[in-house]
């Protein structure tokens, strides 16, 4: 198939805003589509490159049921892992329990109770251990297998993130763009800030609330996010082409963009999960 790609921009916003420069953070949309993922790759949904002689993680809440397969990522395949990584490891592995509601100490939140997994490829040496497939409790939340087609892009911040006086000004330009060219004219926050989908790295949104910063709970450090989960590629003038409208391509559809952050101070200290 052709690999995904997101189309350019409609503008490069940080010409009539020069100071944006400074905000920009790189991502990586992962562009998952349905395939035969190997366990040795990157993917969402497939079989995960796991050590035979290590125990498989299991939900404290639901019975000891194990956890779910939800996606892999190898640093050599996703540019804006790296940063995350710990030193020493260049994989990342997700598991979660699909069921919608787990109250996790204080952290507690309404989706999949999710498991970070950071090591080296490379010392995954013995046969797989493949786990018989957990009690489903919600099938949106079981991933189709699918291959990934990772493409960096730029992203600029929430409005949340950005000094009020500089708000004012996208805002004013913005309706002006309008007044001028129409209904069709860019947005900042939908077609020139961040990109939907699944991706890595890149800046959160906050649309259904006002911005609540996450904090680490071991360090106190403010929290960065990781990894977002959202069924929808097409908002805005994002859609990838050569087919832009995408809706679900995992099967995993929360109704919500579900994100993962973690400290980026040490990577290791505890994650924390929201929906937004």
């Not at 509601?101 to 490829?121: C, I, K, M, N, Q």
């Amino acid at each position: 198939m052709t690999r995904p790609r997101t189309p350019y921009r409609p503008l490069d916003i940080t010409v009539p805003f020069p100071e944006l420069s400074a905000h920009a953070r790189t991502a990586t949309r992962l562009h998952p589509r349905p395939g035969t993922p190997a366990a040795a790759g990157s993917s969402v949904g497939g079989p995960l490159l796991w050590p035979a002689a290590e125990a498989w993680p299991v939900c404290g809440e639901h019975g000891g049921a194990p956890l779910l397969p939800l996606a892999q990522f190898h640093v050599r395949d996703v540019p804006d892992l790296a940063p995350f990584a710990p030193p020493g490891t260049d994989l990342l592995q997700v598991l979660w329990c699909p069921r919608y509601a787990h109250e996790d100490g204080p952290f507690s939140h309404f989706g999949p109770y999710t498991r970070l997994v950071w090591r080296r490829a490379a010392e995954v040496t013995g046969p797989l251990a493949v786990p018989s497939p957990p009690p489903v409790a919600e099938e949106r939340y079981v991933p189709v297998p699918c291959v990934l087609h990772p493409e960096q892009v730029v992203e600029y911040p929430w409005a949340d993130y950005l000094p009020g006086p500089l708000v004012a000004r996208i805002d004013a330009w913005e309706d002006d763009l309008r007044a001028r060219t129409g209904d069709a004219a860019p947005c900042y926050q939908y077609d020139l800030s961040l990109a939907p989908g699944w991706k890595i790295g890149g800046w959160d949104s906050w649309h259904r609330t006002d911005l609540v910063p996450l904090f680490c709970a071991a360090c106190g450090t403010e929290m960065r996010v990781l990894l977002t989960l959202d069924a929808y590629e097409s908002d805005g003038s994002w859609g990838p082409y050569p087919d832009p409208r995408v809706h679900a391509p995992t099967g995993v559809d929360l109704g919500r963009d579900y994100r993962a952050f973690v400290c980026p101070a040490d990577p290791t200290h505890p994650h924390r999960m929201s929906m937004q």
